[in-house]
């Protein structure tokens, strides 16, 4: 499992929202490439980029920021916010993002997203956050009348490498990640989900570790990691060990 922190973006600041409201943005970093190297340094092996001002707009709009990490880090990034075009998607291929998150435009134009990931197998995630059971688009602004598991099974063949699933409702506020809600969609679809949305604490990231976690790709960490409520060093620690632990356990089975 990987460990994703997160690097949301307004206005060219490192911030955290409440629930998507971005007139609840607090800024934790004025600099967002020093934190990202913050990030590598302290072992992540990713980061989870988001350009909140470009997914309202529908375009970029923090790109000189996204430019700036990209200039810093050597770990791969996952980059998502306001992508809904190939020509958007190749730009930031062409720059080194190593993934670009599509939310919006799965929505609206699944067949985009269908080539993209055709195009750029492995390099292609669909985005599906949810307001009371329903995918939202726009910045988290509309809501559609999509279920989180239906927009998933319309990209089961498509080749795309990930599905990042948020709970818009514990976005923010540290209440723990859903997990329920997180595993049922694992369980509907065979692409790798990844978690996010109100991950808070060393015992959320523990409740990732056990057995029904464990088809899960990772999950995205934010503000609880800003706030200094989660080490990273005993976060991360504590995933290698559960993953050494589920390795033995699977070389011993193997043996019978």
């Known amino acids: 499992m990987i460990l994703f922190p997160a690097i949301d973006l307004k206005e060219g ?10 007139d609840s943005a607090t800024i934790f970093n004025d600099d967002p490439a020093d934190q990202a190297e913050t990030f ?3 072992g992540f092996r990713w980061l989870h980029i988001v350009d909140l001002d470009g997914a309202f707009a529908g375009r970029t709009v923090n790109g000189a920021a996204v ?3 990209l200039a810093r880090v050597t770990i ?3 980059l998502g916010g306001g992508i ?52 939202a688009v726009n ?3 509309e809501t559609s009348t999509l279920t989180s598991e239906e927009l998933g099974r ?11 699933y948020t709970d818009i409702s514990r976005d923010g506020v540290l209440k723990g990640l859903n997990i329920p809600m997180t595993l049922a969609l694992a369980e509907a679809v065979r692409i790798p989900v990844i978690a996010s949305g109100g991950l808070a604490s060393l015992a959320d990231v523990e409740r990732l570790t056990r057995p ?17 409520r989660i080490d990273p060093a005993e976060a991360l620690a504590l995933i290698a060990d559960s993953a050494t632990r589920r390795s033995e356990a699977d070389r011993v089975a193997a043996l019978g």
């Open 13 to 22: 600041h490192c911030v955290r929202l409440v629930q998507g409201d971005m």
């Open 40 to 42: 590598q340094h302290q």
């Open 67 to 69: 430019d700036g990490i």
């Open 76 to 78: 791969p990034v996952q």
């Open 84 to 135: 809904r075009d190939m020509r958007t998607v190749e730009g930031w291929l062409a720059k080194g993002v190593a993934r670009v998150i599509i939310g919006t435009a799965a929505v609206k134009d699944p067949d985009f997203v269908r080539e993209a990931a055709r195009l750029y197998p492995g390099r292609i995630a669909v985005g599906i956050d949810a307001k009371d059971g329903l995918v």
């Open 139 to 141: 910045g988290w602004a």
């Open 154 to 164: 319309r990209f089961e063949d498509a080749g795309v490498a990930a599905i990042i």
């Open 212 to 228: 029904d976690c464990a088809a899960l790709g990772g999950a995205i960490t934010g503000r609880a990691l800003y706030d200094g």
